[in-house]
């Protein structure tokens, strides 16, 4: 029976794939994906204390159905992320990336905005309501969100003065594979100059070793 011999340090690479992922997505997906956390962390944290030792989040009591929208948009944020994470095309949706960031994050800002109104309305007549750091830190991730989708924007009209300024194509299919382009001509020179800087110091030492030679003698013709 063949031995075949396990392959070792299988979640070393995968980690080491990720992190190499993660350091080639853009600034603002990173941003972005940090506000789709700590919303994701602020639902599950208490919403509201009432009655001395009771509390609920985002997804109990009156407030039940804002934490399950606000789940579904941080649901659908994720998946587009990491679809951009593995370098998966993302389906076409019919408004701008940096529309859809913003407006969720906008969203998400608003509806704990409604939250803690209604909170508010339905627990005023407990006299030990009180408003717990839940909604403040999924109100505070709906704000990383929405200014992770203002740099996409932003970053997106640089983008676009560049490529009128380079007559560069619009269709981003194009353009990605421009990109990569670019990125393995870049690899290429980095090699050719290393290959270079190698046959240089080997000429190098080779003059040298030739300079050390001792000169022949001439005696021998006098």
Not at 15 to 35: D, Q, S, T, V
Not at 178 to 205: F, M, N
Request: charged residues 20%; hydrophobic residues 40%; contains cysteine.
């Amino acid at each position: 029976m063949p031995y075949y011999p396990r392959r070792k340090n299988n979640g070393n690479d995968l980690a080491k794939k990720i992190g190499y992922l993660l350091k080639n997505l853009r600034f603002y997906h990173k941003l972005e994906g940090i506000g789709i956390l700590i919303t994701l962390i602020g639902l599950f944290l208490p919403w509201i204390s009432y009655d001395a030792e009771k509390s609920t989040n985002g997804f109990q009591n009156v407030g039940y159905l804002i934490g399950w929208i606000i789940l579904i948009v941080i649901g659908v944020l994720a998946l587009l992320l990491i679809l951009r994470l593995f370098d998966r095309k993302p389906p076409k949706i019919p408004i701008k990336e940096y529309t859809l960031i913003f407006m969720s994050g906008a969203q998400i800002v608003l509806l704990s905005c409604i939250a803690f109104s209604i909170y508010s309305s339905f627990f005023h007549v407990t006299a030990s309501y009180e408003t717990r750091f839940g909604i403040g830190i999924t109100l505070f991730g709906g704000v990383v969100v929405a200014f992770a989708g203002y740099l996409a924007w932003k970053e997106e009209q640089e983008e676009n003065s560049k490529k009128t300024f380079l007559h560069l194509p619009d269709d981003e299919e194009t353009v990605h594979d421009l990109e990569r382009y670019l990125q393995k001509t870049k690899q290429e020179h980095k090699l050719l100059s290393v290959e270079d800087e190698a046959i240089q110091s080997g000429r190098e030492s080779h003059t040298q070793s030739d300079n050390r030679k001792e000169p022949p003698n001439l005696s021998m013709f006098g």
